[in-house]
């Protein structure tokens, strides 16, 4: 179909129109007034607690997930994927500059930190820790630790670009560093967590968080004596571990082997109970298949419905659902990822692809005519490190909510032992429901998407124009 014919069907079919506005209606209704997202979360995170892959707790969580799909009489399967487990144990971070003694830093280890490490080293500022800091730098970092802002320094030159914690662990290591040191950006010494290898394996160097006083204390005191030491002890446990994904499936009428994937990442870290990342995500979706099953949705393509495991400890789930894809030849049958993570209350859409923006507005209008809470929003993009990685890596689309925000000053507490159900907001996860139920059914039932999978060079210069290669140089996964 040209465009000029696929424009003139979008705007003119009344019927197509109504059919999707009564069946936003109906979403819309069941969601507000017969909501379970909410309840269902505050019950796992007051009994399970955390939701750390490869643990106790994980294991409950995914088995939790997975009957309460069976109860809405749904197909449900478990997807289980092996993968490196990694646990924190010990951690004592001493640091010395202008005293004689060495003083105790409250600080907590980044996942896949050494299982042991012992370093006592000179402690240099290494600014944003990116790769022109340690190029200034020279030698002088070898055999040191260094010590790098998590995001980007106030007062940093306009334009100055960040990169993942994973990424500057691995310039560090690059450079010579016998251990990285991130001074977190929020106030109140809080303590942020999160993997610091890009591959999912064990990183060769001691890494870890102190809090934002801490850390620009230190940077203060090392301006007016260059001399710091700085000693970390950490025990840790890694190994081998089995995860599951859980797949909730709705077989489409037409074209029952094309997929839109709908997912959310169900793990959290060990900190807290993740409430927000990404209680608030996972337990949406699973708010979608039940909205799903009670409403009796059809659709043309076959809708499926992922709470993947292990995001937090490198997209382990996501990249084995993928390899499977490609291992039974169907990587080509999805037509659209979703992915909703730390997503609250969206108001628009969004899509790594510009081609549907057309298409997006038209069902955001008629969405926006059912609920006011939307306002048809359109965002596009693309970036890294949540589970649509591995399907934007081999060119799928994929979407999401936009123009979101987190509820009570949530993001302060991101990664940290702050984040707790406390936090979360009804209404945001509604939303949220309401934005990826709809997206999923208008996806599903659009018989002339217009987009295609990329490859090749398409692909590669697609990367590029989002400023995607070096951090995927980094991480080794530039295939270029």
Known sequence: MNRFLF???LFVSPVYAQDYVNTYKQIIDEVDHHYEGYKNLRQITSTIGHRLTGSVNGRKAEQYVYDLIKSYGVQVEFQPF???????????????????????????????????????ASVVDLGNGLEDDYVKAGNSIKGKVALVYLGVLPGSPAGTGSLHRSEKTAIAYKYGAAGIVFINQVKGNVLL???????????????????????????????????????????????????????????????PDEKIVVGG?????????????????????????????????????????????????????????????????????VRYMINYDMTNAPTGFFSSRTEVKELFAKWGEWYAKADPTF?????????????????????????????DKLPN???????????????????????TTKNGLILAYSLANEDNLPV?????????????????????????????
């Not at 990183?203 to 001399?227: F, H, S, T, Y």
């Not at 169900?266 to 995500?281: P, V």
């Open 265 to 333: 990442h169900l793990d959290s870290w060990d900190l807290a109970t993740g409430a927000i990342d990404n209680g608030i995500g996972a337990f949406a979706v699973l708010d979608m298949i039940r909205a799903f099953a009670k409403l009796q949705l059809k659709t043309e393509r076959t809708v499926q419905f992922v709470l993947f495991m292990g995001e937090e400890q490198g997209l382990l789930g996501s990249k084995a659902f993928v390899e499977n894809l490609i291992k039974q030849h169907e990587l080509e049958k």
């Open 409 to 431: 000053n949530a993001g302060l507490y991101y990664h940290s032992d702050g984040d707790v159900f406390g936090l979360v907001s009804e209404e945001g996860m509604k939303q």
């Open 82 to 120: 092996d993968a490196r487990g990694w646990n924190r144990g010990e951690l004592h971070v001493e640091v010395k500059v202008s005293t004689k003694d060495f003083k105790p830093v409250k600080a907590v280890s980044l996942a896949h930190a050494p299982v042991t490490s012992d370093v006592e």
């Open 375 to 403: 306002k048809n929003i359109f965002v596009s993009g693309a970036w890294l490190h949540s589970d649509h990685q591995p399907f934007l890596l081999k060119g799928i689309p994929y979407a999401g909510g936009a123009g």
């Open 193 to 255: 967590t999160g993997t610091a290898s890009v591959d999912g394996e064990l990183i060769k160097i001691p890494a870890v968080c102190i809090g934002l006083e801490d850390g620009m204390q230190l940077k203060e005191e090392l301006k007016k004596n260059a001399r710091g030491t700085m000693r970390i002890h950490m025990k840790n446990e890694a190994g081998m571990i089995q995860a599951r994904n859980i797949i909730a499936t709705f077989r489409g009428a037409k074209f």
């Open 452 to 480: 295609t999978i990329l490859s090749g060079d398409v692909l590669k210069n697609y990367l590029i124009k989002h400023q995607l290669e070096m951090p995927l140089r980094i991480s080794g996964d530039w295939i270029w």
């Open 7 to 9: 424009l003139l069907f």
